[in-house]
């Protein structure tokens, strides 16, 4: 009840964070123009792996936005991108916005010995150290919330994720809304809660046909318990496939491979143990019998 009660809290936080904002309207051809300048850190079509910049590609729209008006006030410090959105104009903002938007997100990969801490963290929260689930503000897969403006996860590179948890962590990163929901997530994470989560959101896959800004219902589906693809939690049932990597599920398949031939090993031993027992009581109750008549006919005698 104290989890259910917790995660539902985190729903809250999430929804009172949600502004009737309109979505950014971009010109997605001259947002490719203008991107020649983003490349060299952000990569072609955004999608960079590093731990210092973020993958752009199929990140929301109104996310980008946002965060390039926050770097260009100074609301968000990075001496960086303050330089490279100080030249850029509304209409500039919201091109490089649409046109990240429209790109296809180059899918990362989980490292399977951590990830399923990852999952169940992602999923479920941790309430005893007040960490509330991370689905309910980023989806189940991880794909965002764009009225919100809560970012993408899903795909992104786990050193860029773990880099922004520690910022917000130690409060680096701050002073605009969504940071400060952030600060508070952040600071009851430790150094392996940070990188669990990092490395299962990278490896996250959308479901087909989901689209973003379904946090609120994936907080309310997970608020019963735990779950996520790498954990192999039964909640998630068939979609654990569409969550995880494929590393993640080829890895899942072969450990349920494993634990399958672990199995009937074992039935296999029980089974002849068994039979060996069986066959041990048939001797014992056959000697009985042969003791017996042997009674039997001295008394006849």
């Known amino acids: 009840m104290t989890k259910r009660l917790f995660v539902l809290f985190g729903l809250m936080i999430c929804a009172g964070a949600v502004a009737a904002e309109p979505l950014v309207d971009g010109d997605i051809e001259a947002g490719k123009t203008r991107s020649a300048q983003c490349a060299a850190c952000h990569g072609p079509q955004g999608n960079m792996e590093s731990a210092q910049f973020p993958k752009l590609a199929g990140q929301g729209a109104p996310y980008i936005y946002e965060q390039l008006k926050l770097f260009k006030s100074g609301e968000r410090q990075n001496a ?3 330089g490279q959105a100080a030249g850029l104009s509304e209409e500039d903002m919201k091109n490089l916005a649409a046109y990240y938007a429209s790109q296809q997100t180059r899918p990362g990969a989980a490292d399977v010995s951590i990830a399923p801490a990852g999952a169940m963290l ?3 929260g ?9 689905s309910g503000c980023h989806g189940p897969s991880g794909l965002g919330n764009e009225a919100a403006k809560f970012p993408r996860l899903s795909g992104q590179s786990p050193q860029y994720i773990a880099t922004q948890l520690k910022a917000y962590r130690s409060g680096d990163r701050s002073g605009y809304r969504n940071a400060t929901i952030m600060n508070g997530v952040a600071e009851n994470l430790s150094d392996e809660d940070i990188q669990a989560l990092a490395s299962y959101v990278a490896g996250l896959q959308p ?3 989901e689209k973003k800004g379904g946090g609120h219902g994936a907080l309310m589906q997970h608020a019963g318990g735990p779950a996520g693809a790498a954990a192999g939690q039964a909640e998630t049932g068939d979609d654990a496939e569409s969550e995880a990597s494929p590393e993640a599920v080829d890895a899942s398949e072969q450990q349920s491979q494993d634990a399958d031939a672990a199995a009937k ?5 029980a089974a002849g143990d068994e039979a060996a027992s069986a066959e041990n009581n048939e001797a ?3 000697g ?3 003791a017996a008549a042997s009674e039997d ?5």
């Open 80 to 82: 960086i991108m303050a």
């Open 122 to 124: 992602y999923h479920a």
């Open 126 to 134: 941790d309430a005893e150290n007040a960490v509330p689930a991370c």
């Open 207 to 209: 479901a087909t046909g």
């Open 265 to 269: 090993q074992e039935a296999g031993a």
């Open 284 to 286: 014992d109750d056959a």
């Open 288 to 290: 009985e019998d042969a």
């Open 297 to 301: 006919d001295s008394d006849a005698q």
